[in-house]
């Protein structure tokens, strides 16, 4: 599983936070189901911008990205993402994997030697397409007017793949995820598609091509190759296949056209299997990078944590937004549904059920009964959250697996255990609840990692939550009773608006 490298111009934000939680909920579920999973993010550091801003700060652009990539790699410990990896495109072994791809399709004809022609801008170092410049041929950063420049580049022979890549998505129609992203994908290919550039002699921040050192890689051949290099792709042995073809390459909707266009291309020139999956989200839309609080307060939006804990902003940004579809945080959409799910759903039943049998079962676990009208409600949440985290629909996956919480909810109003004398009736109700609280806590824990421990360890369970493996722990029965259930402080205090 991959996230796209991060570029480190920028501070990291919301976008990659969202993109993040993503693969590392879906890691955290594929562990549950038993898999073996190695997880890879990193940061995108060579290239044009990252040269000038380190020229700005006056800084080397090495001790620039040394500054800039930890920030990364403590916002994924704040998050408590379950990365494996986190490579640096900077790092030795990418330097190495970017070399071996370019030589291979070198090697193959697919790279040559042309003329780049186009519009330059002094200031900023760059070419513009007609599309971006403005009133006729200025710059859209520095509204000067661009130059008419020729050098030679290299190029990849782009061109020569549509055949090729219509026919391989012909034959894996599944690979990209969810079917409207993937179709925007072929509709690129379709239109046909154009020979690009890899390669400057201007630039010196970058990987230089083995053959010719008087050019460094361009942007895509660098960049991407990242997911090769994560598993050793480029060390001189076969090592990578251990862990390649990549499951699921996680990316936003902005970056189709390099990573389900021009990646599988490359990767078919150099002889190396294509992914078997790309999952295709959208954009979280803000105001901006920031959000507003109804006090009108303009606030990050990773300051939303300190309100709703940092696993009901996992829950939010999984919950909230069908994957693959724009979605629009707010701090109001943030607390809303904090409260009609956490705090007023799961957070209240986990409550209800601990005083209940604080006060019914002297606060020692009960049974639940094998036939259970609880039992067929688990299994649908299991079958409905299975089958979704399988096409990477967290929102979809969490609403199956909410199904038991509500559906446990209606069961205890439905018998009302509160109102009854102690005995085996209450017992029995009460068993079933926690055994549907106990298959609750192995479900939500890939996007609450913490709080279904917790959970877990509150009705009784030894153990980590983690280490339960899938399908076998969602089936019904295994709650044995005789532990003590405690209630302890709200998993969710309400947030009064
Ligand atoms: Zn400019």
Redesign the pocket.
Known sequence: MTTPIYYVNAEPHLGHAYTTIVGDALTRWRRLLGDDVTYVTGTDEHGLKVQQSAEAAGMEPQAFTDEIAPKFAALWDRLNIANDDFIRTTEPRHKAAVAELLQRCYDAGDIELDTFAGKY????E?Y?SDEELVDGDR??????V?EYFEEENYFFRLSRFEDRLLDWYARHPTAMTPEHRGNEAIGLIKSGLRDFSISRTSLTWGVPLPWDETHVAYVWFDALTNYLAAVGFGDGTDRYRDWWPVDYHLIGKDIVRQHCVYWPAMLMSAGVELPKGWAIGGWLLSDGDKISKSSGNAVDPLDVIGDVGLDGFRYYLLADTTYGNDGDFSYEGVVSRYNADLANNLGNLAARVATVVAKKCDGIGTAPDADSALAAAAAAAYEGAAAQWDVVQPSRALDATWSLVRATNSHLEAHEPWKSDPGPAVDTVMGDALEALRIVAVLCSPAMPDIAQTLWERIGMTGEVADQRLPQAAEWGQYAGGATVTKGEPLFPRIKV
């Open positions: 801008c002094v200031a900023c760059e513009y710059c859209p950063i520095h509204l000067r661009t």
